[in-house]
């Protein structure tokens, strides 16, 4: 298993004064195994889907969007546990890419990640631009700020849904990719509308908690 205390080559590093916003969006290609991939995709068909929704801060209510909203379900802990190992890994990389690696207190961006939770675009399904600014996280006891965005692509087999940053900075992510970007203002992002097919993706958030500057071990997961 993977931990960012084994991250010591820093030949590559970006964290430079130079580097750009999308910079720091990155992808993994091809980091979950393609069975793998296939197996999940059979797995969360075979449960029950929820129209995703929305928190208001304003009224302090969750809701959906009358047309276009995406179908969600939370992971099992067989897929949590599935996919543990490959969220750690892909972290890793991207810790090692943008960290600051010359300064202790700098080495680790992130502690801990939260459960994953399946997406699924069908045709006419969007995700509407947002920041991810999600409060539900931390529930008075568990208590940091959130760092980095994932998202796991599970399949290709599919037309249109394409990852979107700003007004026209697409990712169109193949079987088996992770991307990662900070979990800020910096990066309003959204979904294409869906064409054809089923998209089927998860999405997960990594934290920082602020009484573990000095553990740099990522420890397995969070379940919210």
């Given at each position: 298993?993977?931990?960012?205390?084994?991250?010591?080559?820093?030949?590559?590093?970006?964290?430079?004064?130079?580097?750009?916003?999308?910079?720091?969006?990155?992808?993994?290609?091809?980091?979950?195994?393609?069975?793998?991939?296939?197996?999940?995709?059979?797995?969360?068909?075979?449960r029950e889907?929820?129209?995703?929704?929305?928190?208001?801060?304003?009224?302090?209510?969750?809701?959906?969007e009358?047309?276009?909203?995406?179908?969600?379900?939370?992971?099992?802990?067989?897929?949590?546990?599935?996919?543990?190992?490959?969220?750690?890994?892909?972290?890793?990389?991207y810790?090692?890419?943008?960290?600051?690696?010359?300064?202790?207190?700098?080495?680790?961006?992130?502690?801990?990640?939260?459960?994953?939770?399946?997406?699924?675009?069908?045709?006419?399904?969007?995700?509407?631009?947002?920041?991810?600014?999600?409060?539900?996280?931390?529930?008075?006891?568990?208590?940091?700020?959130?760092v980095?965005?994932?998202?796991?692509?599970?399949?290709?087999?599919?037309?249109?849904?394409d990852?979107?940053f700003?007004?026209?900075?697409?990712f169109?992510?193949?079987?088996?990719?992770?991307?990662?970007?900070?979990?800020?203002?910096?990066?309003?992002?959204?979904?294409?509308?869906a064409?054809?097919?089923?998209?089927?993706?998860?999405?997960l958030?990594?934290?920082?908690?602020?009484?573990?500057?000095?553990?740099?071990?990522?420890?397995?997961?969070?379940?919210?």
């Open positions: 298993m993977t931990n960012f205390s084994d991250l010591t080559n820093n030949n590559n590093n970006l964290n430079v004064p130079n580097t750009t916003l999308i910079d720091t969006v990155h992808v993994e290609r091809g980091i979950i195994p393609a069975n793998l991939c296939d197996f999940i995709v059979q797995d969360v068909e075979k889907w929820k129209p995703h929704t929305w928190y208001n801060n304003q009224t302090d209510t969750m809701g959906s009358p047309t276009k909203e995406l179908d969600v379900q939370p992971a099992t802990p067989e897929l949590q546990q599935l996919l543990t190992p490959i969220i750690i890994q892909a972290g890793a990389a810790n090692q890419k943008f960290a600051w690696l010359k300064t202790e207190r700098t080495l680790q961006i992130m502690q801990k990640f939260t459960g994953v939770r399946f997406n699924r675009y069908q045709p006419g399904q969007i995700m509407r631009q947002h920041h991810d600014h999600i409060h539900s996280i931390f529930d008075g006891k568990e208590k940091g700020i959130p980095l965005s994932f998202i796991l692509n599970f399949n290709d087999d599919y037309e249109g849904a990852l979107f700003w007004d026209n900075t697409t169109k992510l193949g079987k088996g990719d992770i991307i990662m970007w900070p979990s800020n203002f910096l990066y309003p992002h959204g979904v294409t509308e064409i054809s097919g089923k998209i089927f993706w998860c999405d958030g990594l934290v920082i908690n602020q009484d573990l500057h000095f553990h740099l071990k990522m420890p397995q997961s969070l379940f919210y």
